[in-house]
């Protein structure tokens, strides 16, 4: 690997931004040293945006979820395969090292969910955090947005579910359980790989699978219902961790498994293309291959119902890996559906009633 190669950082270069129409200021309180991360060679600078509304519905039948809600665009995590780094376009940055280093913070989501909740017209509903970035990503410690978004969820009893890949997801413990007690919360935890070399060059400011395995034993001693993420899978690099990711979850609690394959669309392609080619240039062009088979000939796959699970050798033989750890570890695999009947319309005078 090159002298020159950006310690800390997924992406190594900036992809050109197909857009190329908003100019956006830095809010000039910048990045400070997190001990549970590695210090990363290029600094994050934080944009501070006043979005008019913060819930999302994603129009897509494969997503499971209906009302988003993301406080951060960008992620610090930089994961070299993330599908969210194309959105960063739209504010006039690139899906490369910009999305991990110039991340946009909405201050005022939390005000914007609570007037949500106070609509006449809102429908309780769940809301998931992190439907495109992390909400638990590092610029939570500072920002503290989705502990405030969990108080209100818990002040109005409206159900929430959370992915992250953080594990400071631990520090709303408190949150969590009281949710957990009355059926408003589940949580999933992302868990790629075993191999901490691997780990760490493609998602270089995240925790070990050890820690994330720690936090799905620690949520589901307090009762929250926890499952687990093994994706993307990426065929020659991740895929052989699969049945030992779901064994190893179902041990610490986790009492669902999910999965994705990977897919690179847009920008992403041409980083994760410079990226395996130079950690892993011995073994990238069967990656590239691979990935290819499972998306019809391409890198790329926007088609619904199948650009999720891939299609071909590669992924139905992913498929049967996973099934067949299901099976094993996890025979009564399932969620509890959150309950939408607490809901209260106005605020609790006692967050804790």
């Given at each position: ?20 129409k ?26 501070e945006?006043?979005p ?69 017209n ?8 992190s ?23 818990l ?59 720690q ?32 064994e ?7 009492i669902?498994a ?25 073994r ?70």
């Amino acid at each position: 690997m090159k002298n020159d190669y950006l310690k800390g950082r997924g992406a190594q270069v900036n992809t050109h931004n197909r857009f190329q129409k908003l100019q956006i200021e830095p809010d000039g309180e910048q990045n400070v040293p997190d001990e549970d991360f590695p210090e990363p060679t290029v600094q994050t600078r934080f944009y501070e945006d006043n979005p008019k509304q913060i819930i999302s519905r994603p129009n897509s039948s494969d997503i499971g979820f209906m009302a988003s809600v993301n406080p951060y665009l960008g992620c610090e995590h930089g994961c070299i395969y993330c599908y969210a780094r194309n959105s960063h376009e739209y504010w006039g940055f690139s899906a490369g090292l910009d999305f991990e280093t110039k991340i946009m913070v909405k201050k005022n989501a939390p005000e914007l969910l609570e007037k949500e909740f106070l609509s006449k017209n809102y429908q309780p509903e769940a809301i998931h955090l992190s439907g495109n970035t992390d909400c638990y990503q590092p610029a939570e410690r500072r920002f503290r947005l989705t502990r405030r978004m969990l108080e209100l969820c818990l002040l109005y009893r409206n159900p929430v579910s959370i992915i992250t890949k953080n594990a400071l997801i631990l520090r709303d413990k408190d949150l969590l359980q009281q949710l957990a007690a009355q059926n408003l919360v589940v949580v999933l935890i992302t868990i790629t790989t075993l191999d901490e070399e691997l780990r760490q060059k493609m998602e270089p400011r995240t925790v070990t699978a050890q820690r994330r395995l720690q936090v799905i034993k620690e949520l589901s001693g307090i009762g929250v219902p926890v499952g687990v993420m093994t994706a993307p899978i990426i065929p020659s690099l991740n895929e052989k961790d699969v049945p030992r990711l779901v064994e190893l979850a179902a041990q610490h609690g986790a009492i669902w498994a999910g999965y994705t394959i990977v897919r690179l669309n847009g920008a992403v392609g041409p980083l994760f293309e410079d990226w395996i080619r130079k950690n892993y240039p011995d073994r990238a062009g069967k990656v590239l291959d691979q990935i290819r088979d499972c998306h019809g000939g391409q890198l790329s796959d926007s088609r619904f119902g199948t650009r999720m699970a891939g299609e071909g050798r590669f992924a139905e033989q992913i498929r049967q890996f996973h099934q067949m750890a299901i099976n094993k570890y996890m025979p009564d695999s399932g969620l509890p559906r959150l309950d939408t009947t607490r809901f209260l319309r106005k605020r609790q005078l006692n967050l804790f009633d």
